[in-house]
């Protein structure tokens, strides 16, 4: 049992995304607070989360956005170095069970009140319109921390000397494309895992990696209904995506 998390409903979450959006990032840093009047918990399911473990995160996400260049618009080296270490911190600090982590309710407190400087630095681009998907809790596979702890949720290796290592095996892109198929691939840790491990082996040199990966994840989702990952061992499952993903190559480039 884990964490429970308050959480600001859409209406509320879509009125302060209205006015935050006007407020430039430094001065974003004067609008964060660990509570809202606003916000609700469920009634069962765990504690409920402390101001100190609020805060303890918030003090984790601003120190990554300020090694990566906040509150300057980061590079893209500086955004991938922020996502490699907001995503493994976030899911070992917020003790929290999947079933709460699907709540967009709960990424919407956690961007709109507890870091709203962290949140729309790391997606606010100059002279492009902010997509209100990262930060409203609308759609965890782009919200800017739910993708993150997802990530390395579904990636975490609890036995492993060093559980989150395969966080970084796939670029940001490249997973949010898995995840955003989890309904039919990304809710299985086991997959996941497996399709991470077997693309990062795949040479992708003289194509399209994008292209190559939507491929491929076609490939796996035509072939869902009719095999059951789950009843095979590793080396099976990593032997048959392994054909898939040279399936995939050989089609693309020829």
């Known amino acids: 049992m884990g964490l429970l998390y308050p959480r600001l409903l859409p209406a509320n979450a879509r009125m302060i995304h209205a006015e935050l959006e006007q407020v430039s990032v430094p001065e974003l840093s004067s609008h964060h607070g660990l509570e809202h009047v606003a916000t609700v918990f469920t009634a069962t399911g765990g504690d409920r989360v402390s101001k100190r473990v609020l805060g303890d995160l918030r003090t984790e996400l601003v120190n990554a956005a300020r090694e990566n260049g906040f509150p300057h618009p980061p590079s893209v080296q500086q ?3 922020f996502d490699s270490r907001v995503g493994p911190a976030l899911h070992g600090l917020m003790d929290m069970v999947p079933s709460e982590a699907a709540a967009g309710d709960i990424w919407a407190f956690m961007a709109l009140v507890l870091a709203p400087d962290v949140a729309y630095w790391r997606f606010r681009r100059p002279e492009e319109k902010f997509d209100s998907d990262h930060v409203l809790g609308s759609d965890v596979t782009r919200h800017v921390f739910a993708r993150l702890w997802w990530r390395a949720h579904l990636l975490h290796d609890p036995v492993a000397g060093q559980p989150y290592a395969s966080f970084d095996a796939v670029g940001g892109a490249a997973f949010d494309q898995i995840f955003a198929r989890r309904r039919a691939l990304g809710a299985s840790p086991f997959l996941v895992k497996a ?15 994008r292209r190559l990966l939507q491929d491929f994840l076609m490939r796996l989702l035509r072939l869902a209904p009719f095999v059951a990952f ?20 050989s089609a693309v480039r020829a």
Do not use: P
């Not at 399709?195 to 990696?209: C, K, L, P, S, Y």
């Not at 789950?230 to 190559?249: C, G, I, K, N, P």
């Open 79 to 81: 955004r991938l170095a």
């Open 195 to 209: 399709i991470v491990r077997v693309w990062a082996g795949v040479d992708t040199r003289g194509g399209n990696e």
């Open 230 to 249: 789950e009843s095979l061992t590793s080396s099976q499952l990593d032997h048959e995506l392994r054909r898939v993903a040279l399936d995939t190559v």
